[in-house]
């Protein structure tokens, strides 16, 4: 079974950056559709980006685009997120999460991911 591990969040001021990485421990990642979730306290979970198995298409959520850039890097078996000109609203836990279909499209991680990562916290402040 595939395992993700994210990092990269932190605290930071409104209008700041931050990039989020999700590296998979087998090489069978690099043909999943990818993606990250985000969950803030008292709320449900929700998408934020997603991307196809070869990097050639994307899908945001509305809140996140033109802010957010999703990307993988299959030789390193990670996938990323660039956030950029982050709000307070933005805080949250982030999760990658991948769609067990080889090949597949962006809106089989979107609708029914199968593998999640532990999480990683992003806090910004106003």
């Known amino acids: 079974q595939v395992q993700f591990v994210e990092s990269g969040g932190d605290m930071v001021q409104a209008g700041g950056s931050l990039r989020l990485s999700c590296a998979a421990s087998?090489?069978?990642?690099?043909?999943?559709?990818m993606g990250w979730f985000r969950q803030a306290p008292g709320k449900e979970r929700e998408f934020v980006a997603a991307?196809?198995?070869?990097?050639?298409?994307?899908d945001y959520a509305d809140s996140v685009k033109g802010r957010f850039t999703i990307s993988r890097d299959n030789a390193k078996n990670t996938v990323y997120l660039q956030m950029n000109n982050l709000k307070p609203e933005d805080t949250a836990v982030y999760y990658c999460?991948?769609?067990?279909?080889?090949?597949?499209?962006?809106?089989?991680?979107?609708?029914?991911?199968?593998?999640w990562g532990q999480g990683t916290q992003v806090t910004v402040s106003s």
């Open positions: 999460a991948a769609s067990r279909r080889p090949y597949g499209s962006v809106s089989n991680v979107v609708r029914s991911p199968d593998y």
């Open positions: 991307i196809k198995w070869g990097g050639t298409s994307t």
């Open positions: 087998e090489r069978t990642f690099i043909t999943y559709p």
